[in-house]
């Protein structure tokens, strides 16, 4: 028997020609390369990773490409940062197929003109522009302005979470009012204005390092800066006619897979009731189930969640029930920590302390409980 070696067959550690280098583009990058030069003609200008001539910066060093900037390869390959040259503002572009989806530019459009645009209570992303892809006659580009997760940086006062949740139900009750269901309105779907929070900039792939990725970017606290929350994703929403009556539609699946109604038949249903569910369902197990403390939200959240969708509340009564629970809340309850069920107890007493120094200044200098944004 010939003995046995440690060092494993070559052809099992070699390279092969045609696998690509770690560190370079990937297939779902290709098409911003490849558009790289016609964007910047419509004036936005993407990373350095996407020009045609693009030699990455690690090459002949001693560097690995995840320590580079340009090394970082996007996640979803249809959504990408670019700077807008006319003013330096970091946007998104969101690359669409108007045959699978082809009322999100004209919901998104709607959504953002005339008087519906300045409406204090419109949270849905507002739309730029739309830039018609050259050669594809069925592609279209979203540009948007570049927002991060609702979440993140995390929530600090229960304050911070009422300002949340109000902004979300009054920009549901926005598009239920101009006759639009969300219909996919989960935790992935809402997301906050980072300007304010993060206003040194973060790297818009890699969200929680600088955008050298030096190291971690410095976050304020909602309190000290507030911020607004918007409505993402218009992919399945639709919009109808309040003369044709109350509309029916067959169930679309979005995000959240846990709606009753969608379990048990597939028959035509109102859509509205369905978006009720999703923020509700978002509330429970967000807040609720994850964090200690929110008990006070439980029974308007169980309305909202209900498996006749029947009997759900309408946004109308949420937003209305939702502002008399708020106003039954001391100023103690709403300074005080949010604190997950899981948190780390030594990472805890850490929050403890910087919160108790935060929460005396904000005392001290009138800073209000429920950090509500400039309009």
């Not at 302005?145 to 926005?174: A, C, H, K, W």
């Not at 890699?206 to 992919?235: C, E, M, V």
Request: glycine share 6%; hydrophobic share 35%; aromatic share 10%.
């Amino acid at each position: 028997m010939a003995e046995q070696s440690d060092v494993p067959p070559a052809q099992d550690t070699a390279q092969t020609a045609d696998e690509p280098k770690p560190g370079t583009l990937g297939e779902s990058e290709f098409f911003w390369r490849d558009h790289w030069s016609w964007l910047q003609e419509c004036g936005y200008r993407l990373r350095p990773r996407y020009a045609p001539d693009w030699v990455p910066s690690w090459e002949g060093t001693s560097k690995t490409f995840y320590h580079c900037e340009d090394g970082v390869q996007i996640r979803v390959g249809r959504i990408m940062d670019a700077i807008r040259i006319s003013d330096n503002k970091r946007v998104a572009l969101k690359r669409i197929s108007k045959l699978e989806h082809p009322f999100e530019a004209e919901i998104g459009q709607f959504l953002s003109s005339g008087d519906l645009k300045t409406d204090p209570s419109n949270r849905c992303i507002p739309v730029y522009e739309i830039l018609q892809v050259p050669d594809e006659g069925d592609e279209i580009i979203i540009v948007m302005p570049l927002l991060r997760p609702y979440n993140s940086p995390r929530f600090d006062t229960f304050g911070e979470v009422v300002e949340f949740v109000r902004q979300i139900f009054e920009g549901l009750q926005f598009m239920h009012h101009h006759h639009v269901a969300h219909r996919d309105c989960d935790d992935c779907n809402i997301m906050l204005d980072p300007t304010e929070l993060l206003p040194s900039g973060y790297h818009p792939v890699d969200i929680n390092k600088k955008p050298d990725l030096s190291g971690r970017p410095k976050a304020y606290t909602r309190t000290q800066r507030p911020t607004k929350y918007y409505l993402i994703d218009f992919g399945i929403s639709r919009r109808y006619n309040p003369e044709d009556g109350p509309p029916l539609e067959y169930p679309i699946w979005g995000g959240d897979k846990t709606v009753p109604e969608f379990q048990k038949s597939d028959e035509k249903m109102d859509p509205f009731p369905t978006d009720v569910y999703y923020l509700g369902n978002l509330i429970r197990e967000d807040f609720i189930q994850a964090k200690l403390g929110f008990q006070f939200m439980e029974p308007l959240v169980v309305d909202m969640v209900q498996d006749d969708p029947t009997k759900r509340p309408t946004m109308d009564e949420v937003v209305a029930r939702f502002a008399t629970i708020v106003s039954s809340l001391s100023s103690w309850k709403l300074r005080s920590r949010v604190v997950g069920r899981k948190d780390n107890a030594i990472l805890g007493a850490y929050r403890t302390v910087t919160h108790w120094a935060r929460r005396v200044s904000y005392i001290v200098r009138r800073v209000p409980a429920i950090p509500t944004p400039k309009s």
